[in-house]
Every structure is written in structure tokens, then in C-alpha cells.
């Protein structure tokens, strides 16, 4: 089964928008989301602060800004 995770925080309206659209976007079925809250991790606040939400699926990212469309091919290409 494909995994990816979702690099977020609390309050933060992109993070909140990308979630909804994991939720909302076929290319989805089948796989495992994780969340992981940036502001646990002093390294992950560096590595990304400036960048979220961040999506990563085995080495390939994708940083924010993400609309729909981009989302899905990001999907079809790195979780199939």
C-alpha cells in the first residue's frame, strides 16, 4: 500500500485546504495519509517552515501553493 505524508501545523489555513482536497481527489483511493505537525520538531520547522503544507511521497515533494489539478498528477505520478 502507497503512503504519504502531509507535513503541517495547527492553524494554518493551506494546511486545512490541502487536507480537504486529499479527502476530495480520486487519484486518493488506496492511499495512507500521515500528518505530521512541524511545530513538534525543531528540524522539520526549519526544514520547512517557509514551505507548507508539504506533500511527500518516498523522495518526491510538493510545497505549497497546491490546487486540485496539481494535486491529482502529483498523486497519479508518485503513489502509483
Avoid at 10 to 35: K, N, R, S, W, Y
Wanted: proline content about 4%; charged content about 20%.
Amino acid at each position: 500500500m502507497t503512503s504519504i505524508t502531509l507535513y503541517m501545523t495547527e492553524h494554518c489555513a493551506l494546511c486545512d485546504e490541502v487536507l480537504d482536497m486529499l479527502f476530495a481527489v480520486p487519484a486518493m483511493q488506496g492511499i495512507t495519509l500521515h500528518t505530521v505537525d512541524i511545530a513538534l520538531d525543531d528540524a522539520l520547522v526549519e526544514k520547512y517552515a517557509l514551505r507548507i503544507p508539504v506533500l511527500k511521497a518516498n523522495d518526491a515533494e510538493l510545497a505549497a501553493p497546491i490546487d486540485t489539478a496539481t494535486l491529482q498528477t502529483w498523486l497519479q505520478n508518485n503513489c502509483s
